[in-house]
């Protein structure tokens, strides 16, 4: 289908849009009478087109030009009623044309009055627009002091219950309060390899802590003291999937050792993973969150805080090629902790589901040619472990020669898979050992259902 457009030709463009006071048009009554009279053939015809010569001569009218150019006030009503004109001219001369001469005649002042009445209304506007402009300034101002006052607050009621860890020989790192039982959330490789943990509190008092529990895949672990001192609250947790890209979050900690440092960011990337610390492993945690704010050695396993103070994650990398901040810090979920810190705190471990297959990170457009499948969406599955909760109900591995003929998962009970990063999830966050799931999957192009029973990661 051909397109139209339509381009002001030069003398329009030369006609920007002005604040035109009325005295313009109480003093132009000579101009508006030319222009009747230029216009005393057609506009006999413009009554039931009143509407489209208004929008034609605003359109025309809205191009700007810098005060300091501006033309005389004469200029201004010859210009404008010029443009009436030459666009009345310009765009109506088809329907002229086509008009049965035997109609009556209309008022062409009366017409004239109307469009440069129209005209003259945005045009009014606009000379009001510098002082509603400057509205923005103070509303400004209004809004930094109210995220200045909000830090403030969520520090003095946060930072009293982070805490400052020493591994003797080891190194040290960050922790929360969790519970008002003394149980302290931090980072798996914060404690890793130490035989004694000391606190330090935000008020500088001290104590002895021990190891409750720790698990390496989800890099959390909990100590305990005996007790704590007076006033200090544990740090509430957010709703679970309560994030949002572009949401401010605040990390406190002790970056190089330097206690109760605060730092501000946002939330930069959602459903990121964190490979699991295990040697010779492909474990990885899902939903991890990815944030702007600057973490540093030293934040590892201090809290991640929205602005009502409640805890969203826990800090506990960053992405970087000196050792220091790049820009790119991540945080484990607090879906997480809900889920796990209760049973490091019970059993002193955690049990992961487990199927027993290797997969895909994600499949290419070439990738699923090359493979022969009809879809790239799903969890391509590349290998099967012996004797695997996944072996015995009978997924099927690619050929480890070509690739070829594995299963591609594409939904488990009744939640659909995109990808791998969607089946880590529904496996870490909704599943738990010896639960049974219904897996379907193309095989060869066509759809098959696996019944499948949970077991528990090795």
């Known amino acids: 289908m051909p397109s139209h457009t339509s381009s002001p030709s030069p003398r329009h463009l030369a006609l920007h849009s ?6 313009l048009y109480r003093s132009s009554e000579p101009l508006i009478t030319g222009a009747v009279k230029l216009m005393s053939k057609s506009l006999r015809t413009l009554t039931p087109l009143l509407p489209l010569l208004a929008a034609v001569v605003l359109a025309g009218c809205g191009f700007a030009q810098p005060r300091d150019t501006e033309p005389p006030v004469a200029s201004r009503d010859a210009a404008l009623v010029q443009q009436v004109a030459a666009t009345v001219e310009a765009r109506l001369a ?25 005209v003259a209304a ?16 103070p509303l400004a101002a209004a809004a930094a002091g109210d995220l200045q ?3 403030i607050q969520v520090y003095q009621r946060s930072n009293p219950a982070v805490v400052y860890i020493i591994v003797p020989s080891v190194g040290s790192g960050s922790g929360f309060v969790y519970d008002d039982q003394g149980h302290i959330v931090t980072n798996n490789h914060v404690v890793d390899g130490g035989r004694g943990y000391e606190i330090v509190f935000a008020d500088g008092e001290r104590r002895q802590a021990t190891l409750e529990g720790r698990d390496v895949d989800s890099d959390l672990a909990v100590l305990t003291v005996d007790d704590m001192p007076a006033g200090v609250q544990p740090l509430p947790l957010a709703k679970a999937g309560s994030l949002q890209v572009g949401q401010f979050v605040v990390a406190i900690g002790n970056p190089f050792g330097e206690q109760g440092s605060m730092s501000l960011g946002i939330v930069s990337g959602l459903d990121r993973s964190l490979r ?36 969203v994650g826990v800090n506990s990398a960053i992405a970087t090629t000196t050792g220091t901040n790049s820009g790119v810090g991540f945080s484990i979920p607090v879906a997480a902790v809900r889920r796990i810190i209760p049973s490091l ?26 493979l022969g499948l009809s879809q790239t969406q799903g969890a391509y599955v590349l290998d099967v472990a012996a004797g695997s909760p996944a072996d015995r109900a009978g997924v099927v591995a690619a050929d480890p020669a070509t690739g070829r003929g594995g299963d591609l998962i594409v939904q488990i009970d009744d939640q659909p898979i995109v990808d791998f990063s969607d089946l880590n999830s529904y496996l870490v966050f909704n599943t738990t050992v010896g639960q049974q799931l219904t897996i379907k999957a ?16 090795p």
């Open 94 to 118: 088809p329907q002229l044309a086509a008009r049965p001469a035997s109609q009556a005649p209309v008022d062409t002042n009366a017409i004239v009055a109307q469009v440069l009445q129209k």
């Open 149 to 151: 006052n909000t830090l």
């Open 18 to 23: 002005h604040a035109v006071p009325d005295a």
């Open 122 to 137: 945005p045009t009014q506007e606009a000379a009001q627009a510098p002082a509603s402009a400057a509205a923005p300034e």
């Open 345 to 370: 705190i019970s059993r002193g471990s955690y049990d992961y589901p487990y199927l027993g297959i290797s997969f895909a990170d994600e499949l290419s457009l070439s990738e699923q040619e090359t």
């Open 442 to 457: 193309l095989r060869q192009g066509r759809p098959v259902t696996i019944n499948l029973t949970l077991g528990s990661r």
């Open 276 to 311: 699991s610390r295990r040697s010779a492993n492909s474990y990885s945690l899902p939903e991890v969150i990815q944030t702007d704010a600057p973490i540093n050695p030293g934040n590892s396993g201090g809290p991640l805080l929205n602005l009502q103070g409640e805890v």
